[in-house]
């Protein structure tokens, strides 16, 4: 009897503190189907340059205060500039995130548009990455890299060692 | 009995039940509201909600705003221009009586109610609501601190205002709502409204409140002056604290003449308040004594950081400089030290939203503006929070106890003080301690939390408010007034609300 009201009790306090302050209540799964759509291999070419992804949704878990399960876009890239391997994560592709390398991470803004995150390794930066598809066959996006918003640390490098403007195809 | 008891733990099971379920789906309910807000109805909401009591008379006051403002929407117009209520620090004045007259006695009681109005940004009460209420009658009016000349400064006795009266009104409001208690008079004809000692026009006075309350729920409110200390107990405190004080006694008044290093107010409120005497417009008669400075009171170190030389002025500058199409910054240390004070000035790369600042030594702070740009945001972004921890990881920041870190746009500007450095250290390691949390984090802040640039400024405060409250970030925000003139300590209350946060 005793547990019971210390079980209520407890349950009403974190409902409570979470209407406040959390986007998500502790210990619940947030799916995003939306996401399936960018899932796949991507392949944008350009004569002897390629640019491709690999994109998986993972339900991560994040961490504490917060405690919750979120599915998110997680994926790696491979970019070859006349025919030269410039920068790959690819040998890490389809690792859990945690530990995976990965080098795109991203959400949905809207049903067909996606932003995120893009490792650029060569400069040893993270950049903001929007991924919008083009219509709704889902065959094909536009990717668009920008310089993330806000204050840098020293000896930062800026511009990019990717395309900041092409359209990938799905594989 | 046994049966009862059965039923009892049966009905008890599945009321647990039922509120898990609620749970989930209030969350998800909360989580998934988007349907814009009619600003005027959420002002008019927070006018008669927030800071509310149960007090009788202010309930009755607040059901004649309500019908007043089925008619005229006059609630969200008062909470626009001049700030929500404090119903639950209003001060009571009552006068029963009756008048003998021709034609028999009339009742003349009435009863005022002065209820404080504040802006979230407001460091001292800035405006008032007054509401008569007498036998037949309701009338209500809106007076502003820097009106106080406009009421004259003659001693009186009688109900009506004086320019005394009305400064005892608003110190009695910031001492219910901030906490003051003492205030440095700026126009010494504030003064001449009492007959209890002669004002010496070229001498500083301070005025010193009694520390028992007088609010709604305290005592009713004499509207007879404070009179300036005669303990000279300030003198003593501003010593210890380390201070040159000059002062002289005249009769039982204490008057200062100066104190600190080089802030001599020498002739003292007889000439510094005389732009706001004549008039009754653009400044103040008076304003909070604080000379003591507290380090360990984050209010009281951004207060005292406005009142140095430097300081105030690296806000303004970067808000002049919004309009160039690269961020600017300041790194700075020694801002006490007026003379001694060392800032070096850094700008961004044009059309980046971003700024590269790399303190060669641990430093005392830091502001960088956000230019305009239909991409910036109003408050700070993620990497900025990622640069402050980097910082404070690498022993960049000399002392977070008068570290600030600040932003500035066209329309808003934050500082904000790792107050508490073990929760800071703990979100630190949760959400910026390595690649793939700062992902985490990011998407938290962008997504979770909704900061971005298509919101509006004050979705955009609270959301940044919300996230840093809940992920336990050990951060202290302060807003800006609009003219940069003050900062003050902001959050988000059990009510969903963005309110004033006073340190004391």
Known sequence: ????????????????????????????????????????TWLWVLGTDTLELKLYKQA????????????????WHRYVKNSNAVESSFQYAGQAFFGGNSTVFGWNQSPIKLYGNLNDLTKDKHCDLYLTMT???????????????????PNFQYGFTLPTNLVLTKQ | MNFKLKLLNRMLYLSLIVLIVFAKVSCRKIDSVTEPIDENKALASQFFHAHKTENPLIQKIIGYFESLNKKTGIAGKIAA????????????????????????????SYVVVYIPLLQSYDTTVKSQLTVKMTSNDTIYEIISEVEYANFGFLPNDTSVLNGLKVFTLFAKHNQNVFGYRRFKILDNRILQGQTVFTVNSNKQYIMELDSLPTNISGRTLSLAAPLPSSSCMQVYELQNAGYTVVYTMVGDVCVISSYGLG?????????????????????????????????????????????????????QYLRAAVTHNYESGYLFKNPFDNINTIHDSVAGPPGTLSISMSPAVPIDGALHNHYNDSLRL???????????????????????????FGMVSDSTAYIIMITDSIAFETFGFNFLNDAEKCKLFKKVFYDGYGINEKKS????????????????????????????????????????????????
């Open chain 1, 135 to 153: 219509d709704n066959t889902y065959v094909q996006m536009i990717w668009k890299l920008m310089e993330s918003r806000g204050m840098k640390l």
């Open chain 2, 263 to 315: 802030d001599d107010f020498g002739d003292g409120g007889g000439s510094t308040g005389g732009g706001g005497g004549s008039s009754g417009g653009g400044s103040t008669g008076w304003e909070p004594f604080t000379p003591t400075f507290d380090i360990n009171n984050p209010c009281n170190v951004v207060d005292s950081l406005m009142k140095t030389q430097n300081f105030p002025i690296y806000y």
């Open chain 2, 378 to 404: 109003p408050v700070f972004s993620f990497d900025d929070f990622y640069q402050l921890y980097n910082w404070y990881e690498n022993e960049k920041i000399d002392d977070t106890r008068i570290f600030t």
């Open chain 1, 1 to 40: 009897m005793k547990s019971i009201i210390i079980i209520i009790i407890i349950v009403l306090f974190i409902t409570l503190k979470s209407f406040g302050q959390a986007p998500h209540p502790p210990c619940s799964f947030n799916s995003h189907p939306e996401l399936d759509k960018f899932v796949g």
């Open chain 2, 81 to 108: 221009n001049y700030g929500t209520p404090y119903w639950d620090k209003s001060l009571l004045h009552q006068n029963n009586s009756f008048l003998t007259t021709a034609k028999g006695t009339v009742d003349n």
């Open chain 1, 60 to 75: 991560i878990h994040f961490p504490s205060p917060l405690d919750y399960e979120e599915e998110c876009l997680v994926g």
């Open chain 2, 457 to 504: 400024i004050a979705e955009n405060e609270k959301a940044f408010l919300k996230a840093l409250q809940g992920l336990g970030a050990g951060i202290s925000v302060f807003k800006a007034a609009p003219d940069l003139s003050s900062f003050g300590r902001i959050h988000v209350n059990q009510y969903d609300q963005v309110r004033p946060y006073p340190c004391n």
